[in-house]
Structure formats: C-alpha cells, structure tokens
C-alpha cells in the first residue's frame, strides 16, 4: 500500500494548482500593468507635446496682439492727426485720407491674420488734402 493517504495526495495536487494559478495570475496581472504603464507613459509625451504647441500659439498670438495693439495705436494717432485741423462734414463721412488710412490698416490685420507679411502704415497725411486754417474749424455745410 500506499505510505500517504489517498486525501493528502489529493490535497497536495490541488494546493500545488491553487498556487500555479495564483503565480500565473499574478505573472499575468504584471505583464497587464507594464503594458498599461507604456500606454499612460505615451499618452502623457502625446499630451506633453499638446501643451507645448499651445503654448507657442499662445506666445505667438500675445506676440501678434501686441503688434496689433502698436498698428492700431499709430493708426489712430495718424487719424488724431489727419483730423485735428480739419472740419468735419456734416453727414459725418470720413476723410478720403482717413478712409484710405483705414482701408490700409484692415487689409494690413488680414494680411497678418492670414500670414502673409503686412505692409507698413502708409504715409497718408503726407497724401491728404492741404489742411485748413485752424480759425475755419466747423461743420460744413
């Protein structure tokens, strides 16, 4: 006969089983956490380099509003300027100087808007009409 019981032999195969699939469900948790760590590891570079494209859009659009910002202040003051010894005409239309300055300016932020390099301001109180005396100051009639 057998020296060892039947049941502890039988015991023992099932013990050595539980511990087999144990250590392989352990083995197989591992390999599952490393492929998940590759997946979080490659998503975070992806996500990374997300951030820095917008940051640089970021830098590059305060760069472009500042520009902006500094065409839009010369634009003015060239207005201030074409307008301080002029009369204003009664149905309040702009100044053929004026206007054009402006229609220079608009085409000049969508040149910039599109990429396209924009041209400067353009000399338009040098162009515009003689300025009249500043005692004629009114509306025109």
């Known amino acids: 006969m057998n ?61 472009d509003k500042a520009d902006a910002e500094s065409v839009r202040e010369r ?6 300027t074409i307008y301080r010894d002029r ?3 009664a149905d309040c239309d702009l100044d053929p100087a004026a206007r054009g300055l402006l229609d220079q300016a608009i085409e000049a932020a969508n040149q910039r808007t599109a990429g396209e390099p924009a041209t400067g301001l353009p000399e ?5 009409d003689p300025v009249r005396p500043a005692g004629k100051r009114g509306v025109d009639q």
């Open 87 to 89: 009369v204003v005409r």
């Open 3 to 63: 020296p060892i019981p039947i049941t502890w032999c039988v015991a023992a195969a099932l013990a050595t089983s539980a511990l087999g699939f144990g250590a392989g469900w352990q083995a197989h948790s591992w390999k599952a956490d490393s492929a998940q760590l590759k997946t979080v590891k490659k998503e975070t570079k992806a996500i990374d380099a997300q951030n820095a494209h917008s940051v640089a859009a970021a830098a590059s659009y305060e760069k």
């Open 75 to 80: 634009t003015n003051t060239e207005i201030r």
């Open 124 to 128: 338009a109180a040098a162009s515009a």
